[in-house]
Each structure stands twice: as structure tokens, then as C-alpha cells.
């Protein structure tokens, strides 16, 4: 006589369901809300102002790390609640996704800001901001959308000018970014979410 392997339906079950669940999550792709790039771009538009004046103006590169801290907060504070509204976790696939398609192009201008600080090549840090920042956003378009993707690409050339600009434009070129591209897509985003 013959002895058959016998699986416990429940246990097949949860383990069906378990699989449809993460491929569901992979799936899907996280749309970033319109009001996150309008609280960044905002936090750009006053950061190049603040320090443009120049009373302030030798102070320029804490002005935009500062700016930087807050508008990132500001929009993930913003993410987490849209992602929150369709039903995704802060540790969910697309969220995941998302901070792992980030990550590399942000660590790497943290890295070379920190190279062109202790070099004395400061001119050089706006360029390499709004270049990686782009690339960062080129890679984050993969679990969101096209139109991070464009956003993106748009930063990458924005960030190549910069390299070319005379330091007096590096303010205005670093609002124009991380203010005016962040506004203009904010917009656009939300009127077409």
C-alpha cells in the first residue's frame, strides 16, 4: 500500500493567498502626490532666496541643506499619507521600491558634496545636486510613473548647465531646480491625479 503526501488545504491556501499578495504588491506602481513636489518646489523657490541675499550668501550651501532636510520630510510626509489612502505600508513592495531606486543617486551626492566641500570646488556642488538628484529620479520612475521619470531628465540637464554657469548663477540655477521644476510638476501631477 501506497502512502500519499497529504497538505493541509488551509495551509495551501494561506500560502496561495500570501504569494497573490506579493505579486499584487510588485505590480503596482506608488503615485506620488502633486502637493509633495508643490511643499518641495516651495521650500526651493525660499531657499534660493534666502540665500541669494547677501547678507547670507557665504552661508549658501547650509541654507540649501537645511532646505533639503525640510523639503524631504515635507514629502514623505506627504508620500506616506498617499500611500496610506491606497492601502500601501511604509515597508510594503512599492514603497520599498521606491526608497531602493532613490538611494543610490542621493547617497551619491551626499558623497560628492562632501568630496567638493573638503576640495574647495564649490561651484561644482549645484551641478552635481541637480545631476544626481535627476538620475535618482530617472530610477524612481521605474515604480511610480512617466512623469517622475521626465521630471527626472529635466533635472539632468538643468544639472549639466549648472557645471557651465558662472557662480553668480549657481542660486538661481539651484531655484530653478530643486523650486521652479518641483512647483511645475506638482501642478501637473495633481491635476492629472
Request: proline share 4%.
Amino acid at each position: 500500500m501506497t502512502r500519499t503526501k497529504t497538505v493541509a488545504l488551509d495551509s495551501h491556501a494561506a500560502a496561495t493567498l500570501q504569494y497573490i499578495r506579493s505579486t499584487m504588491d510588485a505590480a503596482v506602481s506608488l503615485s506620488i502626490p502633486g502637493s509633495a513636489g508643490i511643499a518641495m518646489g516651495s521650500v526651493g523657490v525660499l531657499a534660493a532666496i534666502v540665500s541669494s541675499a547677501p547678507a547670507v550668501h557665504e552661508h549658501w550651501l547650509l541654507v540649501w541643506l537645511a532646505a533639503a532636510v525640510v523639503a524631504s520630510t515635507l514629502a514623505a510626509v506627504r508620500m506616506a499619507r498617499q500611500a496610506a489612502r491606497q492601502g500601501f505600508t511604509l515597508f510594503g513592495a512599492p514603497v520599498r521600491k521606491l526608497i531602493l531606486c532613490l538611494f543610490p543617486g542621493l547617497f551619491a551626492g551626499v558623497a560628492m558634496t562632501g568630496v567638493l566641500w573638503t576640495s574647495g570646488n564649490l561651484h561644482a556642488i549645484p551641478g552635481a545636486w541637480l545631476l544626481l538628484y535627476g538620475c535618482a529620479l530617472v530610477s524612481a520612475s521605474a515604480p511610480t510613473t512617466r512623469m517622475i521619470g521626465i521630471l527626472g531628465a529635466l533635472f539632468v540637464v538643468l544639472g549639466l548647465v549648472a557645471f557651465a554657469l558662472p557662480d553668480g548663477w549657481q542660486m538661481a540655477v539651484l531655484g530653478a531646480g530643486f523650486g521652479g521644476l518641483h512647483l511645475l510638476f506638482g501642478v501637473l501631477i495633481g491635476r492629472t491625479s
